[in-house]
Antibody, heavy 114, light 106 residues
Framework: QVQLVQSGSELKKPGASVKVSCKAS????????MNWVRQAPGQGLEWMGW????????TYAQDFTGRFVFSLDTSVSTAYLQISSLKAEDTAVYYC???????WGRGTLVTVSS | SYELTQPSSVSVSPGQTARITCSGD??????ARWFQQKPGQAPVLVIY???ERPSGIPERFSGSSSGTTVTLTISGAQVDDEADYYC?????????FGGGTKLTVL
C-alpha cells in the first residue's frame, strides 16, 4: 500500500549529526515531492521545506537554512533529512509528508542531549 | 513570510457544532488545508482546497472560506474528534502552518 516509512528514534549529543530517512512505497517516488515538518515537544507543526524528487532541487524554509540538508536516493525511493551541529533545541519529531500532505510518515524523534 | 492565526483552544459538548477559524492575508489568494493530529500520531489531512474532503474523512468535517479567513466546521462533534487542528497554506515557495487549535469535546 501507499506509505512512507521513517527511520527510528535517535539520541545524539550536541554537535553531532543525524540523518533521518523516509522510504516511500506504493507509488512512483519521483512523481511527487517530499516535505519535511518539525514538531518540537508540546509545540505546533513547522514546515521545514521540501525537495523535488524529480530534479533533486531542495527548498528550505527561512528558519532551516545552513544546518539542514534534504537529499534523495531515487534507486530506493528514499528521502533523507540530515541535520548537522545538533543543538538541544533541535529535539523534536521530524515528519516527512508527500507533496500534497495527504500522506505522512509516522515521525522520527530526534533527541539531542549530553 | 506570512502568518496564519488560529485560536489556541475551542471547547464543545458532544453533538454540538465546533468551528475553528484560521486567519491570514494569504488566504484571500491561496487555498487552505486542515489537519487533525491526535496525541502521539502523525497529522491527518481532513480538508483541502478550503472545502474539499479527502476520501475516508467523515462528512461531519467541512470547510469554508471568506476573504482572509477559513473555517473548519465539525457538525455533531464526537469525543473521538478531540485533537489538535492545524490550518496550512502555501504561497510561492513559502508554506506555513497555523499555530494549532486544541479542540476539546466533553
Amino acid at each position: 500500500q501507499v506509505q512512507l516509512v521513517q527511520s527510528g528514534s535517535e539520541l545524539k549529543k550536541p554537535g553531532a549529526s543525524v540523518k533521518v530517512s523516509c522510504k516511500a512505497s506504493g507509488y512512483t517516488f519521483t512523481n511527487y515531492g517530499m516535505n519535511w515538518v518539525r514538531q518540537a515537544p508540546g509545540q505546533g507543526l513547522e514546515w521545514m521545506g521540501w525537495i523535488n524528487t524529480n530534479t533533486g532541487n531542495p527548498t528550505y524554509a527561512q528558519d532551516f537554512t545552513g544546518r539542514f540538508v534534504f537529499s534523495l536516493d531515487t534507486s530506493v525511493s528514499t528521502a533523507y533529512l540530515q541535520i548537522s551541529s545538533l543543538k538541544a533545541e533541535d529535539t523534536a519529531v521530524y515528519y516527512c509528508a508527500g507533496e500534497d500532505f495527504d500522506l505522512w510518515g509516522r515521525g522520527t524523534l530526534v533527541t539531542v542531549s549530553s | 513570510s506570512y502568518e496564519l492565526t488560529q485560536p489556541s483552544s475551542v471547547s464543545v459538548s458532544p453533538g454540538q457544532t465546533a468551528r475553528i477559524t484560521c486567519s491570514g492575508d494569504v488566504l484571500a489568494k491561496k487555498y487552505a488545508r486542515w489537519f487533525q493530529q491526535k496525541p502521539g500520531q502523525a497529522p491527518v489531512l481532513v480538508i483541502y482546497k478550503d472545502s474539499e474532503r479527502p476520501s475516508g474523512i467523515p462528512e461531519r468535517f467541512s470547510g469554508s472560506s471568506s476573504g482572509t479567513t477559513v473555517t473548519l466546521t465539525i457538525s455533531g462533534a464526537q469525543v473521538d474528534d478531540e485533537a489538535d487542528y492545524y490550518c496550512y497554506s502555501a504561497a510561492d515557495n513559502n508554506r506555513v502552518f497555523g499555530g494549532g487549535t486544541k479542540l476539546t469535546v466533553l
